[in-house]
Structure formats: C-alpha cells, structure tokens
C-alpha cells in the first residue's frame, strides 16, 4: 500500500500562483508514474499533468500548458504542481495519484492506484 498526502491548496485571486505538494509513504516502488487530476464542481475529472519517477519526463495538459508545471524531489517522494497565471476555470479539487504499472496511456484515473484525499484550489475573479 501506499499513501499520498495532498497539501498547498487554498484560495487564490486570479492571476496569482499557487504550488501544490504531494508526499508519498508506505510501499515503495523501483518505477512509477505520479500525476495530479482535478474534478470542478459538477464536472468529471480531469487529468492536469505527470511525470516519471525514473527519468522525471512530464506530460502536461493542453489546458494548462505554459502554466502549469509537474516537478518531483526524489529524496522526500514528494511531487509538486506549480500553478501559475491561475483562472476561476481552475478552481477544482486537486487530486494526486501514482500509477505502479505500465499504462499506455497516464492521462486517464484508471491508470493510477493509489490516491490522495484531494486538495481544494480556489480561484476569485
């Protein structure tokens, strides 16, 4: 089993930044695939970005690209979400999640396993 543990959400005017962490515990895995999702009130979920524990390769969503930005510290098994240029469309629950098998494709929930409680991100115009 692992755990995650979201932290950094808040509220936020439009235009400002904001980072997000995501700290990993328990179980540990030789590769893996960590990724933040988000779910708007109302909405489905949605994929933000991730990135490769091995390598630290990121895949940002076309949403959010120029903005937002995935990074990892290996040592604390943490990841990071920089938010920048926020807008109200992003305020949503934030979610991270880790995937410890092979996908083809880490931009949809179902390729993760284990995931955090979420974090609430609040934009004001």
């Known amino acids: 089993q692992m755990q995650l543990e979201e932290s950094g959400g808040g509220l936020v005017q439009a235009g400002g930044p904001l980072r997000l962490s995501c700290a990993a515990s328990?179980?540990?895995?030789?590769?893996?695939?960590m990724g933040w999702f988000r779910q708007a009130s109302g909405k489905e979920r949605e994929f933000v970005a991730c990135?490769?524990?091995?390598?630290?390769?990121?895949y940002v969503a076309e949403s959010v690209k120029g903005r937002f930005t995935i990074s990892r510290d290996n040592a604390k098994k943490s990841v990071y979400l920089q938010m920048n240029s926020l807008k109200p469309e992003d305020t949503a629950v934030y979610y991270c999640a880790i995937s410890v098998r092979y996908s083809t494709n880490y931009a949809v929930g179902a390729a993760y396993d284990y995931w955090g409680q979420g974090t609430q991100v609040t934009v004001s115009s």
């Open positions: 328990g179980r540990t895995f030789s590769s893996y695939v």
């Open positions: 990135i490769w524990w091995s390598g630290g390769s990121t």
